[in-house]
Every structure is written in structure tokens, then in C-alpha cells.
Nanobody, 122 residues
Framework: QVQLVESGGGLVQPGGSLRLSCAAS????????MGWYRQAPGKQREPVAA???????NYADSVKGRFTISRDNAKNAVYLQMNSLKPEDTAVYYC????????????????WGQGTQVTVSS
């Protein structure tokens, strides 16, 4: 089985920073794309940032210039550095991974973390 475990959420004042971490473990051959999504109360889950194995990145327009996604392939980990946080960034943030489990199969599987709460408030 595969598990994604997030950490680093919390309460921060507007303009502050947080760094989210997510580590994948279990039956993993390789992880292709990793990313972060978020879901605010009463809203649908939305993509925030994504990174490929060769570190190509994409960001939602709302976070460009403020958030930075990175990964450590040796640790099967992905990070989200969040700067200049705004109240509208308040949400549960979920880690996502698209991975291969076995060397003999090109099948890809998608996994989600349990989520970590980020609250931006004065």
C-alpha cells in the first residue's frame, strides 16, 4: 500500500509564510507528478501547484509569485513554500502523487494525503 503524509499546516497571520511537506511511502517504483490541491469550506477542491519528476512546475494563477513547489526524488517528498499568505488561502491542503508501483508495469496510480489545515487570519 501507498501512504502520503502531509505536515506543516497551521495558523498564520496575513503576509506570513508556511512550508508544507508531504512524504510518500510504501510500494513505490517511481513517482511521476506530485502536487498540491486545496479545498476551502463550501468550495470544490482546486489545484494549487504541480511538479514533474524532472522538476517542471505549474501554478494556479492565484498563487503565482507567492508559492513555490519543490520535490526531493530520493525522499519521495514534495514541498510547498507559501509566502505572502492571504486570508483567501485558508483551506485544507492535500498532497497528490501520480506514481508507478512496479518496474514491470507502466500503470499509474493516483494517491492523496489526508490533508493539512492552513488558516490565514489576524
Amino acid at each position: 500500500q501507498v501512504q502520503l503524509v502531509e505536515s506543516g499546516g497551521g495558523l498564520v497571520q496575513p503576509g506570513g509564510s508556511l512550508r508544507l511537506s508531504c512524504a510518500a511511502s510504501g510500494s513505490i517504483f517511481s513517482i511521476n507528478a506530485m502536487g498540491w490541491y486545496r479545498q476551502a469550506p463550501g468550495k470544490q477542491r482546486e489545484p494549487v501547484a504541480a511538479i514533474t519528476r524532472d522538476s517542471s512546475t505549474n501554478y494556479a494563477d492565484s498563487v503565482k509569485g507567492r508559492f513555490t513547489i519543490s520535490r526531493d526524488n530520493a525522499k519521495n517528498a514534495v514541498y510547498l513554500q507559501m509566502n505572502s499568505l492571504k486570508p483567501e488561502d485558508t483551506a485544507v491542503y492535500y498532497c497528490n502523487a501520480l506514481l508507478r508501483k512496479w518496474v514491470w508495469s507502466n500503470n499509474e496510480y493516483q494517491y492523496w494525503g489526508q490533508g493539512t489545515q492552513v488558516t490565514v487570519s489576524s
